[in-house]
């Protein structure tokens, strides 16, 4: 690591993030310690088969499959969509499965549409797909920063803007989650967590032990889900996986601008898992992002491949990362 990303990391050590403000973290502590409730063990025991007992969702297991493709955040990328798409025939994938958001940041939203019916991929409602099909004023996206936000409302204004009616209506549609069998193992599908449809799971930000608690409660053997725009897998010590697989919409924030997605298998009775990188035409849409008069930050991005927006939401260590 550069000593320009280890000065990110430690330019809040010793403090403590408590709402909008940072305090000294002894300080945090003491407050802390007067919250909450004391319980005997019995009752600690008892509350913990609750939290962990709750009745499994009526969602169908969909197939058992030997091969898919996940990807998340279509952001309006046709030229990525219709790359993705031609890659996973290339796999021989029997079924292509998209975690939702598929507006925002890019052009021509209404050309995403026929490629998703023609491809016969199995689309989840994120937050877009929710915001669109009720007539929000934004895209519950989750940022709290008012310069992310600002860049927030106007992607998704300009995607509202240029989405029929027909298009949203079917977007309210969409499920909420899916559960697919690949091989042996049953896997959970959703747009930002199991908990809440735009939670952002970073991979520095999620632990192992809340890991586990989230596929205890959902009576699953892996997890997959998108909304962060960064792609991750982890193997969890019960030998079940978390995936977010990242977004095609614009790149991974990594300096370079191809997009990246997901494909699992069945592999004598595990789960095999992939985050492949993806090229596409990106300085076409560059292009036509430049005709459709979107902001000059959101071409940057796909020209370079560094994000210029929404860069305050990310955890300490996937900011260091960041060129800005």
């Known amino acids: 690591m550069s000593d320009a990303e280890s000065g990110k990391l430690t330019t809040h050590r010793g403090m403590a993030t408590w709402g909008e403000r940072l305090v ?82 890019g052009p021509s939203p209404e050309k995403v549409w026929p490629l998703l019916l023609e491809g016969d991929v199995r689309t989840l409602q994120g937050n877009y797909e929710a915001s669109l099909a009720t007539g929000r004023e934004d895209c519950n996206c989750g940022y709290t920063d008012p310069r992310d936000n600002h860049f927030a409302t106007l992607s998704y204004r300009y995607t509202s803007e240029h989405c029929s009616s027909d298009f949203k209506r079917w977007m309210g549609d969409l499920p909420l989650r899916r559960r697919i069998r690949v091989g042996q193992r049953e896997l959970l599908l959703v747009h930002g967590s199991p908990r809440q449809i735009n939670e952002f799971l970073f991979h520095s930000t999620s632990p192992v032990s809340f890991l586990e608690v989230l596929l205890n409660q959902e009576s699953c053997d892996g997890l997959l889900c998108t ?39 069945a592999r004598d009775g595990d789960l ?53």
Not at 71 to 97: P, Q, R
Not at 227 to 239: A, D, E, I, Q, V
Not at 252 to 265: K, R, S
Not at 289 to 308: A, C, K, N, S, V
């Open 272 to 324: 095999g898992v992939e985050l492949l990188p993806l090229e596409y035409d990106h300085v076409s849409l560059a292009r036509e992002m430049l005709q459709q008069g979107l902001p000059q930050e959101f071409i940057d991005t796909i020209r370079h491949g560094w994000w210029t927006t929404c860069l305050e939401i990310l955890p300490a260590r996937e900011r260091a990362k960041s060129r800005y």
């Open 227 to 265: 909304h962060t725009g960064l792609h991750w897998h982890r193997r969890l010590p019960s030998g079940r996986d978390v995936v977010n697989v990242g977004v095609i919409g614009r790149p991974a924030n990594d300096g370079q601008p191809g997009v990246w997605y997901a494909m699992l298998e």
């Open 24 to 105: 000294p973290l002894e300080k945090f502590r003491q407050a802390t310690t007067s919250l909450g409730r004391r319980l005997s063990d019995d009752e600690r025991r008892a509350e913990q088969r609750d939290f962990l007992g709750r009745e499994r969702d009526a969602t169908p297991v969909e197939s058992p499959y030997s091969r898919v493709v996940v990807f998340g955040g279509v952001y309006n990328n046709h030229l990525a969509l219709e790359a993705v798409l031609d890659a996973a025939h290339k796999h021989g994938a029997e079924a292509v499965y998209c975690l939702g958001d598929l507006g925002g940041f």
